[in-house]
């Protein structure tokens, strides 16, 4: 069997065995991402380590294919599975208390800049379908190209961002982080956040000169 299939086969069974409470209703309608997170670091319980699969993988799989500008899913599949199979075995290391979705980021996002790093070489091309933040698109001509026609110079404009100011301006724009979940997710300090995310969207201004004039 694949490696790729028997990794998310081992993952897709803990997603299948949800925890079921007294009355019935599942694990995934009840506890937060920290309760969850809190059981599997204190017990290795994978029915509930499966729930966050489930509510995650999606996210994470398309986290990976806008860092990887992977034009095939396969990559992304590959670093998503990694980062659930690291978040799994280092599930010790979360703290209780703690936000489990910037510390699950945080782990993925490591996986995407050691397969860069590992590849050396630089994207092509990132998709951006998808913004969650339509109310910034005020008077800045970037927030515009986030929602309009111009996501195709956007999205090669991003891909040749350095990979930890694209990792900021994605966790950002895409997965609609807080600046304090994005320091905990890229490992930086909150001002460090500010000014990645001042530079790549001045970068995506230089780069973005000539289609927005």
Known sequence: MPERALGWGIITRMAGSRPKSSDGSSAREEASDEALAERVRAT???????????RYRARVVALARRMLAAQASDEAEDV?????????????????GEPFRPWLYRIAVNRCL?????QARRPVLVEITTVVEPALAG??????LLTEEGEKFLSAAVAALPPKL?????????????????????????GTVKTHLFRARAQLRAALSEYLS
């Open 80 to 96: 998503a599975q990694e980062a659930f199979v690291a978040a799994y075995d280092k599930r010790l290391s979360f703290r209780r």
């Open 139 to 144: 008077g800045d001509p970037v927030e515009a």
């Open 114 to 118: 050691d397969r860069l790093r590992a």
């Open 44 to 54: 290795g319980d994978v029915a509930a380590f499966g729930v966050l699969v489930t």
């Open 166 to 190: 694209r990792a900021v301006f994605l966790l950002r724009h895409l997965d609609d982080l807080s600046y304090e979940e994005i320091a905990a997710a890229v490992g930086v300090p909150l």
